[in-house]
T-cell receptor, first 113, second 112 residues
Framework: NAGVMQNPRHLVRRRGQEARLRCSPV?????VYWYRQLPEEGLKFMVY????????ESGMPKERFSAEFPKEGPSILRIQQVVRGDSAAYFC???????????FGDGTRLSIL | EDKVVQSPLSLVVHEGDTVTLNCSYE??????LLWYKQEKKAPTFLFML????IEKKSGRLSSILDKKELFSILNITATQTGDSAIYLC????????????FGTGTRLKVLA
């Protein structure tokens, strides 16, 4: 009965590098959501995916950010050419259907040097 | 623009006190309101509210929604130090697809 698993827990990158954040949803959940949390701010929606499909990416920055949820394996949030402003906690959540409560992972704390 | 506002921003109480946390919202196409508790790690689900006036209860925690006045409250009775956390309110609203809009949270500290 594992919950949402995110890795790594902490990730340090230098400006210009790529960051890859992984999320394995609760077993049986096919809906995955990514959020970003800046210090002293609430969680901000980024993207909503189902297996092999991006359903809603209205919260994703237009450049450098991408997400996928392949048929096999975890969901990946990818940030290319990272900048200092990308430093944040990134949370993944999953749900079995689109209208049931989302369950969150422990997050990945991304620090950009 | 859709928004969710929580108050107070922070609160310090002593064990045994009762606290009331507030969440007000302005969104289009409301579907549900959810409360989460966030300690150092993952936000953990507490309640999902969809109907006005029906109290949801879990142990010392309870919550109710008022869809006419657009707010919800989360009550915690007989607080314990383990209740210290950030309490997040999220509203599920339609914007393309249904998505959660979070408030900034209420940081609760319970002193022994």
């Amino acid at each position: 009965n594992a919950g949402v698993m995110q890795n790594p827990r902490h990730l340090v990158r230098r400006r210009g590098q790529e960051a890859r954040l992984r999320c394995s949803p609760v077993k049986g959940h096919s809906h995955v959501y990514w959020y970003r949390q800046l210090p002293e701010e609430g969680l901000k929606f980024m993207v909503y995916l189902q297996k092999e499909n991006i359903i809603d990416e209205s919260g994703m920055p237009k450049e450098r950010f991408s997400a996928e949820f392949p048929k096999e394996g975890p969901s990946i949030l990818r940030i290319q050419q990272v900048v200092r402003g990308d430093s944040a906690a990134y949370f993944c959540a999953s749900s079995p259907t689109g209208n049931q409560p989302q369950h969150f992972g422990d997050g990945t704390r991304l620090s950009i040097l | 623009e859709d928004k969710v506002v929580q108050s107070p921003l922070s609160l310090v109480v002593h064990e045994g006190d009762t606290v009331t946390l507030n969440c007000s919202y302005e969104v289009t196409n409301f579907r549900s309101l959810l409360w989460y508790k966030q300690e150092k790690k993952a936000p953990t689900f507490l309640f999902m509210l969809t109907s006005s006036g029906i109290e949801k209860k879990s142990g010392r925690l309870s919550s109710i929604l008022d869809k006419k006045e657009l707010f919800s409250i989360l009550n915690i009775t007989a607080t314990q130090t383990g209740d210290s956390a950030i309490y997040l309110c999220a509203v599920e609203a339609l914007g393309g697809t249904y998505k959660y809009i979070f408030g900034t949270g209420t940081r609760l500290k319970v002193l022994a």
